[in-house]
Antibody
Framework: DVQLLESAGELVQPGGSLTLSCAAS????????MNWVRQAPGKGLEWVAG??????????DYAESVKGRFTISRDNSKNTLYLQMNTLKLEDTAVYYC??????????????WGLGTLVTVSS | QSVLTQPPSVSGTPGQRVAISCSGS????????VSWYQQLPGTAPKLLVY???QRPSGVPERFSSSKSGTSASLAISGLRSEDEADYYC???????????FGGGTKLTVL
């Protein structure tokens, strides 16, 4: 079975940094696209960033709201996805979900979701 | 303001058929696949329908999707109380070079 386990979220001050990780199991990790999707408290879903599988040449894409501040990466040898978040803002407060794509491209549907981890940005 | 537009809420009675609309543009829905997600209260979203009306294993045939031009729709037939949830549409956007979501639709089963 596919399992996606996000690292524990934290309380971070505005302007601070945090790196989330997502340990994946139950599938050929390198083959599939992996994405981060977030949900602010009481709000809808927002795509954050995507990392293509080997079939897409490992392309990365970012939402405009995080471009230049967040970096998505993956370690295929460890079956782990990362999201490095810098210069955090109050509006980055959200539950962050790790997702597995149905295919190798970041444009493929999010077939599996982790349970999510809460990141709170507050002073 | 979401790139894809969904009605904030829809409702129906058990056994009824309801539809949730999702409106976009030529840079997203018209030229890319649409996927639909269900989020039950307090849980992570779950993929319901994707690509050309494909359903992951375990998703009932009661859930189906369609697309015409820049709009898509999720239909739920034989409505059940456990279908009460938030529903989101999503698609790749060629102009933004990213995935865009609808604002979500809350389905209430009366």
């Amino acid at each position: 079975d596919v399992q996606l386990l996000e690292s524990a979220g934290e309380l971070v001050q505005p302007g601070g940094s945090l790196t989330l990780s997502c340990a994946a199991s139950g599938f050929s990790f390198s083959t599939f696209a992996m994405n981060w999707v977030r949900q602010a408290p009481g709000k809808g879903l927002e795509w954050v960033a995507g990392s293509g599988g080997t079939g897409s040449g490992g392309a990365t894409d970012y939402a405009e709201s995080v471009k230049g501040r967040f970096t998505i990466s993956r370690d295929n040898s460890k079956n782990t996805l990362y999201l490095q978040m810098n210069t955090l803002k109050l509006e980055d407060t959200a539950v962050y979900y790790c997702t597995k794509g149905k295919g190798h491209s970041s444009s493929s549907a999010f077939g599996h979701w982790g349970l999510g981890t809460l990141v709170t940005v507050s002073s | 303001q979401s790139v894809l537009t969904q009605p904030p809420s829809v409702s129906g009675t058990p056994g009824q058929r309801v539809a949730i609309s999702c409106s976009g543009s030529s840079s997203n829905i018209e030229n890319n696949y649409v996927s639909w997600y269900q989020q039950l209260p307090g849980t992570a979203p779950k993929l319901l329908v994707y690509t050309n009306n494909q359903r992951p294993s375990g998703v009932p045939e009661r859930f189906s999707s369609s697309k015409s031009g820049t709009s898509a729709s999720l239909a739920i037939s034989g409505l059940r109380s456990e279908d009460e949830a938030d529903y989101y549409c999503a698609a790749w956007d060629d102009s933004l070079r990213g995935v865009v979501f609808g604002g979500g639709t809350k389905l209430t089963v009366l």
